[in-house]
């Protein structure tokens, strides 16, 4: 017969064991036969998986957690760090990897946690100076600073300063050759930064620097004259030039018609006329290659005296109320003449030009004055010409310049005398020995 089976299970647990109990009913003869059988479920043991990592946050601990998927039941395990470092570099990130691990029932289990190391940029060093090129007089320099890292050495800026060029430092101009009046020189510098910088330029002539012009000769209304100045830079440098002649007005001459106003004798002439020692022969007349008479150079002589009174004379061949009758009263009485004669005076007899000179002597001597003369007149190739007894005379006149002879050569005692030669006579007689006024006084005095 067959029994009907039932079951109750109890289902074993991780840690607990489970059983079924199998029941066995039999009905016979209306009993009931029940039997038992117990069948035993070992405990399951946990299930545990992967763990749940809990990293510290530096990550210097970890542990792990097991969970049992069964029954809950949480493990906790410390687990052993493990630690790789990548340093980082100036520019670029580095990392620690940590490392956990756990042993959990003869398992091993392991998890990984990175931290990154951030780039630790440059550091920057100190300024360096770097191809530094000097500067030159004309030339500028340069220099750069640099900036390195010192941990990895990269460029990390570079400037270029530059400095600027130094210009020439010039010593003074030194001249060479030193410039002249008329030349010019040049002079010449050179640069203390470099005696190779040199400069020359030209130094313009210094041109004269003249002083005051200073008369040599002045000008009066007959000749031009001459006047000089001199360079203060050098008193070699001499500039001559005239000084025009004077504009000759009321020339006493101008009124003749015979006379040339270029005529050696002009200036004389405008003496003797403006002294009214001498007259014109008419209006405009004055004759002057005339000859001279002995009357008329008595008369010019008793003229220059202021014409004074004296006895008369004893030549007969001087005629009374005659226009030079005074005159050789005047002339015999002082010894200024002795006539050819005792009894004649020869009024109208030409003189020469020796006894135009003996006259003035003679009146020179009246006055005073000393005419011993030494000096001799060899000089003129005519000297022995000259009478014995106008010797003297004649030293005397050319002594004082009242005779310049006919040529440079010639004396010409014996010829006769001009009316111009006597102009001339009379002019430097007045000047050169009694010591008379000029023409330029006479015509024209001072003012005041
Ligand atoms: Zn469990
Ligand atoms: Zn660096
Ligand atoms: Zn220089
Ligand atoms: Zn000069
Ligand atoms: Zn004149």
Redesign the pocket.
Known sequence: MTATVTSETVKPTCTEDGKTVYKATAAFRKETYADEKEVIHPATGHSYGEPEWNWADDCSTADATFICAACGDKQRVKATIASETAAPTCTEDGKTVYTATAIFYEKTYKSEQTKLLPATGHKEGEPKTENEVQPTCTKDGSYDTVVYCTVCGEELSRETTVVPATGHDWSDWTADPAPT??EAGSETRVCKNDPTHVETREVPALG??WGDWEVVTPADEYRSGEERRV?R??ES?VEMRTIPQLPHEDCPTAKFRDVDKDAWYHESLDYVLAAGMMKGIGDDTFDPDGLVTRAMVVTVLYRIEGEPDAPKSSFKDVLAGSWYEAAVNWAAANGVTFGVSKTEFAPNEPVTREQMVAFFCRYAQFKGFDVSANGSLEPFADADKVSPWAVDAMLWAKENELVNGMTDTLLLPKAPGSRSQLCAVIHRFCINILGMPSYEDIAHPQDE
């Open positions: 009046c008329t004269h620097d360079c830079n050098d440098h």
